[in-house]
Nanobody, 117 residues
Framework: QVPLVESGGSLVQSGESLNLTCTVS????????IGWFRQAPGRAREGVSC????????YTADAVKGRFPISRDNAKNTVYLQMNSLKLEDTAVYYC??????????WGQGTQVTVSS
């Protein structure tokens, strides 16, 4: 089983919302850190919003603060990224990533988000 699978990417207009979903395979991955990252064309991958299960703390990039809350549904083994008030500069491939209890990093295949004017 693939440990992480993202879904929900789409083409939307500026100002609209999207909800990205990351489904974690519990049979293959016990993690203590999980988050969303993105990579725009020609740019380095960057952290967007992350959650540490051990401390309960979250990280949110300044560029999306107040717009992209991260949430988790443990019963569904799912992590969400609610993307509100989307801007052109939010266009990127969005990845879900997690660090296992054995300190191994796992990445999903990515989902494309394109924001048009």
């Amino acid at each position: 089983q693939v440990p992480l699978v993202e879904s929900g990417g789409s083409l939307v207009q500026s100002g609209e919302s999207l909800n990205l979903t990351c489904t974690v395979s519990p049979a293959t991955l016990n993690y203590h850190f999980i988050g969303w990252f993105r990579q725009a064309p020609g740019r380095a991958r960057e952290g967007v919003s992350c959650l540490s299960l051990g401390t309960g703390s979250t990280y949110t990039a300044d560029a999306v603060k107040g717009r992209f809350p991260i949430s988790r549904d443990n019963a569904k083994n799912t992590v969400y990224l609610q993307m509100n008030s989307l801007k052109l500069e939010d266009t990127a491939v969005y990845y879900c990533a997690a660090t296992s209890d054995h300190e191994e990093d796992y990445w999903g295949q990515g989902t494309q988000v394109t924001v048009s004017s």
